[in-house]
């Protein structure tokens, strides 16, 4: 198998932990968001603390990035998953933004 064959795996693979962990965040915020808060709301948010674990144990660098770091040397934010460049490339921070205004909803809603 060729460096090609083995990063498109990897970035299909990589692309789809980024949907699956887009449809965890997005559940939570909606549910916090309609106020209900359910044992999905706790389990995403687990999932989401263990995303951040790993990204703080990785230096803010995907594991998944490390990688497919071994079959490319490109420079480009999206070598690694099929996402636009732009995207890619502030992924970390709109995501983060989003979960911290998800967090601060959860938290009215559990003193309201």
């Known amino acids: 198998m060729t ?3 083995k990063l498109f795996i990897v970035k299909a693979v990589h692309t789809l932990i980024w949907v699956f962990f887009n449809i965890v965040i997005l559940y939570f915020v909606y549910a916090v968001v309609v106020d209900q808060i359910d044992r999905w709301v706790w389990v995403c948010l687990s999932l989401i ?7 703080i144990v990785f230096r ?8 497919a770091r071994q079959y490319s040397d490109s420079t480009k934010d999206n070598f690694d998953i099929f996402l636009p460049n732009w995207l890619a490339r502030y992924n970390k921070k709109i995501y983060s933004v ?3 205004i998800g967090i601060v909803v959860l938290m009215y ?3 309201t």
């Open 60 to 67: 803010t660098v995907c594991p998944v990035t490390l990688i």
């Open 3 to 5: 460096d090609g064959n």
């Open 49 to 55: 603390g263990l995303e951040v674990l790993t990204l």
């Open 109 to 111: 809603r559990l003193v």
């Open 98 to 100: 989003i979960v911290l």
